[in-house]
């Protein structure tokens, strides 16, 4: 008599059949592979930070239908979407909060890759993108952070100015692209970078970053057979 180990339904074959239809197309561009002994914790660091980037574009992209990026409405649009709007509290709660995780989540995956040595692994480049998207990063909550318009805002947006400005030869020309002249439309500039262009720098960043394959528990430990008998 043959017993058959297989137990698989309908569902789990037509969910098979996807992945099997979608391996060569472009939209599994990358390979995932789970070793088979765990080394560290910290390797999640940067598939964490990218979970954390899509929970910010999906909550962004809910906080967009009511916010209003006019110098005299910003903060308005945003009190209206903490006290009128429907679970808007949470959302914007849930953005704020993910924006800061993802600074801290990336400054921490960009050390402990420093630290640990992997940046040495034939990973130059993956390196050097890192640390530019570590730097968008920073200004992409940035941005975020002055489109408020609250006092603390306008404290960061001053010294932000004054830095920029003591530039030499460069600054006041960066300055007037960045605020604008008089600081009019500067949350309409700061909007526009912090929803499309520095989003697509760092989705373009990320295409180079992210290696072939992505190991979930990575840095792999490199141990000869010897050490195992």
Not at 24 to 34: E, N, Q
Not at 104 to 124: C, D, P, T, W
Request: aromatic share 18%; net charge neutral.
């Amino acid at each position: 008599m043959v017993v058959s180990l297989k137990r698989r339904n309908g569902l789990v074959d037509f969910f098979y059949w996807i992945w099997d239809g979608l391996e060569r197309t472009v939209f599994i561009g990358t390979k995932f592979s789970f070793p088979a002994r765990f080394v560290s914790p910290f390797g999640f660091l940067g598939m964490l930070t990218f979970v954390i980037f899509v929970i910010l574009g999906i909550t962004g992209a809910l906080l967009m239908f009511y916010y209003q990026p006019i110098l005299d409405r910003a903060w308005d649009s945003v009190a209206k979407i903490n006290d009128t709007v429907p679970y808007g509290f949470m959302i914007r709660n849930i953005h704020y909060h993910a924006s800061n995780a993802m600074v801290l989540l990336a400054v921490l995956h960009m050390y402990y890759q420093y630290f640990s040595g992997r940046y040495k692994i034939r990973n130059e480049i993956i390196w050097v993108t890192g640390v530019v998207l570590g730097t968008v990063t920073i200004l992409e909550a940035f941005t975020g952070y002055d489109i408020i318009f609250s006092e603390r805002a306008e404290l960061a947006i001053s010294i932000a100015a004054s830095l920029t400005n003591s530039m030499p030869v460069v600054g006041p020309t960066i300055r007037d692209a960045m605020f604008g002249s008089g600081f009019a439309d500067f949350i309409l500039r700061f909007y526009t970078m912090h929803v499309f262009l520095l989003p697509i720098v760092m989705l373009g960043l990320m295409a180079v970053h992210m290696p072939r394959f992505l190991v979930f528990d990575v840095p792999m430990v490199w141990q000869s057979r010897e050490q195992y008998f």
